[in-house]
Protein backbone atom coordinates (compact mmCIF):
# COMPACT_ATOMS: atom_id res chain seq x y z
CA UNK A 1 0.00 0.00 0.00
CA UNK A 2 1.49 4.04 -0.97
CA UNK A 3 1.07 5.62 2.42
CA UNK A 4 2.55 8.53 4.14
CA UNK A 5 1.76 8.29 8.00
CA UNK A 6 2.38 11.11 10.49
CA UNK A 7 2.72 10.63 14.02
CA UNK A 8 4.14 12.57 17.08
CA UNK A 9 1.15 15.70 17.17
CA UNK A 10 -0.32 16.93 20.57
CA UNK A 11 -0.21 19.75 22.60
CA UNK A 12 2.31 22.15 23.65
CA UNK A 13 3.05 25.50 25.37
CA UNK A 14 4.21 28.22 23.51
CA UNK A 15 7.77 27.77 24.05
CA UNK A 16 8.19 23.98 24.04
CA UNK A 17 9.16 21.37 21.48
CA UNK A 18 7.31 18.29 19.30
CA UNK A 19 8.85 15.89 16.98
CA UNK A 20 6.55 14.85 14.35
CA UNK A 21 7.56 11.57 12.04
CA UNK A 22 6.23 10.66 8.89
CA UNK A 23 6.38 6.48 8.12
CA UNK A 24 6.87 5.71 3.97
CA UNK A 25 5.59 2.80 2.41
CA UNK A 26 4.71 1.45 -0.74
CA UNK A 27 7.09 3.14 -2.86
CA UNK A 28 11.14 3.84 -3.27
CA UNK A 29 11.35 6.74 -0.60
CA UNK A 30 14.85 7.08 -0.89
CA UNK A 31 14.54 8.58 -4.55
CA UNK A 32 12.04 11.51 -3.85
CA UNK A 33 11.87 14.99 -1.97
CA UNK A 34 9.82 14.78 0.82
CA UNK A 35 7.72 17.85 2.37
CA UNK A 36 6.06 19.00 5.77
CA UNK A 37 3.08 20.79 4.72
CA UNK A 38 0.26 22.74 7.90
CA UNK A 39 -3.02 24.07 7.53
CA UNK A 40 -4.17 26.04 10.25
CA UNK A 41 -7.83 26.65 10.51
CA UNK A 42 -9.03 29.32 7.88
CA UNK A 43 -5.95 29.34 6.19
CA UNK A 44 -4.44 28.06 2.90
CA UNK A 45 -2.16 25.05 3.34
CA UNK A 46 1.76 26.57 3.58
CA UNK A 47 4.54 24.04 3.15
CA UNK A 48 6.98 24.02 6.25
CA UNK A 49 10.14 22.42 5.06
CA UNK A 50 11.70 20.53 2.32
CA UNK A 51 14.20 17.97 1.91
CA UNK A 52 16.05 16.62 -0.87
CA UNK A 53 16.20 12.85 -1.74
CA UNK A 54 19.51 12.19 -0.15
CA UNK A 55 18.92 14.42 2.76
CA UNK A 56 21.56 16.26 1.29
CA UNK A 57 19.39 20.37 1.07
CA UNK A 58 16.72 21.69 2.69
CA UNK A 59 14.98 24.46 2.80
CA UNK A 60 12.09 26.00 5.32
CA UNK A 61 9.40 28.73 5.67
CA UNK A 62 10.60 32.13 6.80
CA UNK A 63 8.81 31.83 9.85
CA UNK A 64 10.01 28.94 11.16
CA UNK A 65 13.73 29.06 10.34
CA UNK A 66 15.84 28.56 13.40
CA UNK A 67 13.08 26.56 15.06
CA UNK A 68 12.32 23.96 12.59
CA UNK A 69 14.92 21.02 11.55
CA UNK A 70 13.44 18.56 8.98
CA UNK A 71 15.54 15.34 8.55
CA UNK A 72 15.18 11.94 6.97
CA UNK A 73 16.54 8.39 7.03
CA UNK A 74 16.12 6.46 3.87
CA UNK A 75 16.79 3.32 5.40
CA UNK A 76 13.89 3.32 7.64
CA UNK A 77 11.43 5.07 5.12
CA UNK A 78 11.23 7.86 7.77
CA UNK A 79 11.22 12.12 7.31
CA UNK A 80 11.26 14.09 10.54
CA UNK A 81 9.93 17.49 11.81
CA UNK A 82 12.14 18.75 15.32
CA UNK A 83 9.62 21.93 16.27
CA UNK A 84 11.53 23.87 18.79
CA UNK A 85 10.39 27.42 20.65
CA UNK A 86 6.83 26.80 19.24
CA UNK A 87 4.55 29.40 19.00
CA UNK A 88 0.78 29.79 19.08
CA UNK A 89 1.04 30.46 15.27
CA UNK A 90 2.29 26.89 14.98
CA UNK A 91 -1.04 25.18 15.48
CA UNK A 92 -2.13 23.61 13.00
CA UNK A 93 -2.98 20.12 11.32
CA UNK A 94 0.55 19.52 9.65
CA UNK A 95 0.72 16.75 6.56
CA UNK A 96 3.97 14.73 5.27
CA UNK A 97 3.99 15.18 1.25
CA UNK A 98 5.72 13.65 -0.98
CA UNK A 99 5.47 15.86 -3.72
CA UNK A 100 6.59 13.92 -6.88
CA UNK A 101 4.51 10.87 -6.66
CA UNK A 102 1.92 9.77 -8.73
CA UNK A 103 -0.63 8.16 -7.32
CA UNK A 104 -4.36 7.21 -8.80
CA UNK A 105 -5.67 10.59 -10.26
CA UNK A 106 -3.14 12.78 -8.28
CA UNK A 107 0.48 13.92 -8.51
CA UNK A 108 1.81 14.45 -5.24
CA UNK A 109 1.16 11.31 -1.87
CA UNK A 110 -0.13 13.08 1.54
CA UNK A 111 -0.48 11.64 4.45
CA UNK A 112 -3.40 11.81 6.88
CA UNK A 113 -2.23 14.54 9.10
CA UNK A 114 -1.20 15.40 12.45
CA UNK A 115 -2.79 18.04 15.04
CA UNK A 116 -0.64 20.30 16.33
CA UNK A 117 -1.90 22.82 18.84
CA UNK A 118 0.26 25.41 20.76
CA UNK A 119 -1.08 27.23 23.25
CA UNK A 120 0.24 30.72 25.64
Known amino acids: QVRLAESGGGSAQAGGSLRLSCVAS????????MTWYRQAPGKEREMVAE????????NYLDSVKGRFTISRNNGESTVNLQMNNLKPEDTAVYFCHAPDLFVGLEFGLWGQGTQVTVSS
Open 26 to 33: GFTFSEYT
Open 51 to 58: ISATGGHA
